[in-house]
Nanobody
């Protein structure tokens, strides 16, 4: 399983970015997926997660109404649409995937065995 995250960059506060995570070496529809982030000096935290069917999602409180997680099975790609970005959203963003057998949304770092390399998001004030 390989995950390639991209789409990060430098954006002004109030701006938007769309992160993508291209997956290969897996049956995409059998994997729950998520976006995590890690700011400098802080622990990695879940931002949003989605079930293998996309029927269920989870957002951390700070992301609700601001971020949208979605997936495209035809492209084997996970996305995170980030709007109204704030300086506190600055972090390295990671995508993660885990094989599941059923409709599960996984939100703990320890739930995931497969990780992308991370993409830097920097929001200037």
């Amino acid at each position: 399983v390989q995950l390639q995250a991209y789409g990060g960059g430098l954006v002004q506060a109030g701006g938007f970015l769309r992160l993508s995570c291209a997956a290969c070496g897996l049956l995409f529809d059998n994997y729950a997926m998520a976006w995590f982030r890690q700011a400098t000096g802080k622990e990695r935290e879940v931002v949003a997660a989605i079930s293998e069917s996309a029927g269920s999602t989870y957002y951390r409180d700070a992301a609700k109404g601001q971020f949208t997680i979605f997936r495209d099975s035809a492209k084997n790609t996970l996305y995170l649409q980030m709007n109204s970005l704030k300086p506190e959203d600055t972090a390295v963003y990671y995508c993660a995937a885990e094989r599941v057998y059923g409709e599960y949304v996984l939100i703990r770092e320890s739930d995931y065995d497969h990780w992308g390399q991370g993409t830097q998001v920097t929001v200037s004030s």
